[in-house]
């Protein structure tokens, strides 16, 4: 009985240090912090992400009720045969690259502007980023403004040098063009930002070789500078690419319907269309699925680049 009893409290004074290593372990004390966090971010993000293409293998569509009996790739084959879709998907590459090209070389330029020894450095900074502090809402209606035909700025422009008003928003060739403008106004700021700090990470050093060398400004830029700037512009390239895919905010503030002129059409209004209007879940979230792989295809070279020089 004795021995039992012994035995008994051994096991129990045990627990009782268990416990109170447990209550010191660090992770232990950091789980009030972010637990619930992280638990809401796996329900709402990736729990939702894994919802989606669960519902993209189904046939759901109106109000009625997902069969999940039997899942299916049918949503896809569908999106391969739809030309409105592969169309959109055109659109959504050339405003990719074209916003995301034209962003990088204008904030080129002005990071390259205010890196120079000029007078009100600050206020031009402050100037050039405001455009990347407004919402796509009102950047929209602004270019909107812009881009009218009877009373817009562009037109008032061209009338004034005796040129004929130019159809902007109604002509489908001109329209996505008009939109990556619009974009690179609002972004190139930003753009310019991450330039700005890449330059302020240079060492005067480099700089100060090369011209004691005799080398022009110009070409201290380009064979020194600009070469060291690759981070930069591969971190700008990202966060431009990212965006670019989810434009629709913007698209839906200018048009103001789900879908905008033929010209303008990207996987992000076909995709709204689809599931809001005529109430396609099911092959609305096959392409939320379709531009979700896109942003990773994205992202992930960017993570991978960025493992790999930290890991050397």
């Excluded at 569908?78 to 959504?92: C, K």
């Excluded at 405003?95 to 002005?110: D, K, N, P």
């Excluded at 591969?234 to 895919?245: G, K, T």
């Excluded at 698209?251 to 689809?274: C, S, W």
Aim: some cysteine; overall charge positive; proline content about 3%.
């Amino acid at each position: 009985m004795g021995t039992e009893k012994g035995a008994k409290n051994k096991q129990i004074g045990h627990n009782q240090v268990w416990i109170r290593k447990l209550t010191k372990n660090d992770f232990v004390k950091s789980l009030p912090f972010w637990l619930l966090p992280v638990s809401l971010v796996g329900l709402f993000i990736y729990g939702a992400i894994i919802w989606n293409f669960i519902i993209s293998l189904t046939d759901l569509s109106g109000f009625g009720r997902a069969s999940f009996d039997s899942l299916d790739f049918d949503m896809y084959v569908r999106a391969l045969s739809d030309s409105q879709l592969l169309f959109a998907t055109q659109n959504t590459f050339v405003l990719l690259v074209a916003f995301t090209v034209l962003c990088l070389i204008l904030g080129l330029a002005l990071a390259i502007l205010l890196d120079q020894d000029i007078r009100s450095r600050g206020k031009l900074r402050t100037i050039y980023l405001l455009p990347f502090s407004l919402a796509f809402i009102v950047t929209g209606q602004v270019w909107l403004w812009i881009y009218n035909y009877n009373y817009g700025v562009v037109n008032t422009l061209t009338g004034a040098i005796g040129l004929p008003p130019i159809e902007i928003i109604g002509n489908p060739d001109h329209i996505l063009a008009a939109v990556i403008i619009a974009l690179a106004w609002q972004f190139t700021g930003y753009t310019m930002v991450v330039y700005l700090a890449g330059l302020r990470a240079i060492p005067d050093e480099h700089f100060e070789a090369a011209r004691v060398a005799g080398a022009k400004k110009y070409r201290i830029y380009w064979r020194v500078i600009i070469p060291q700037l690759k981070a930069s512009m591969a971190s700008a390239a990202v966060i431009l690419m990212v965006f670019a895919l989810k434009t629709f905010d913007f698209l839906f503030a200018m048009f103001g319907q789900y879908r905008p002129q033929v010209g303008a059409d990207i996987l992000a209004t076909k995709m709204v269309r689809e599931a809001f209007q005529k109430l396609e879940w099911a092959y609305g979230a096959a392409i939320a699925v379709i531009l979700f792989a896109l942003a990773l295809g994205i992202i992930s070279p960017y993570i991978y680049y960025q493992y790999r020089v930290n890991q050397l």
